[in-house]
């Protein structure tokens, strides 16, 4: 269990990374979460408040295509979910919300596979 000292860090992590960047409906912000099992993406509209799209491990869509695939290649699937369903809405921008963890393992897979499929960060 982390201490108090280590939430606050991660706290003050998020935050800093977080105030810089905001996502509207025609460029809405990607945040990121990973957790030691797995890795989940919305898609959020931050001037109105609602949550566009989501993908995570735990999709149906993605039950049976990671079987016996490692982490990043499942964050990879997962990034290329995301991004088809936010073009079946019309969105090809989004700005990039890493939150409190750093741009690479899982999360930059999550990001190269969103590229892949055709967003533009």
Request: no cysteine; glycine share 8%.
């Amino acid at each position: 269990m982390a201490s108090k000292k280590t939430i606050k860090i991660r706290a003050k992590r998020e935050k800093r990374v977080r105030g810089k960047i905001a996502g509207t409906q025609e460029k809405p912000r990607l945040s990121v979460f990973r957790s030691d099992r797995h890795i989940y993406a919305q898609a959020i509209n931050d001037v109105q408040g609602t949550t566009l799209a989501t993908a995570s491990t735990l999709s149906k869509d993605l039950t049976q295509k990671i079987k016996g695939k490692k982490k990043i290649e499942i964050a990879k699937e997962v990034g290329k979910l995301i991004a088809t369903r936010l073009q079946t809405l019309g969105v090809d921008k989004i700005v990039f919300d890493r939150g409190r963890f750093l741009y690479h393992g899982r999360v930059k897979a999550l990001a190269d596979g969103a590229r892949e499929n055709g967003l533009k960060f």
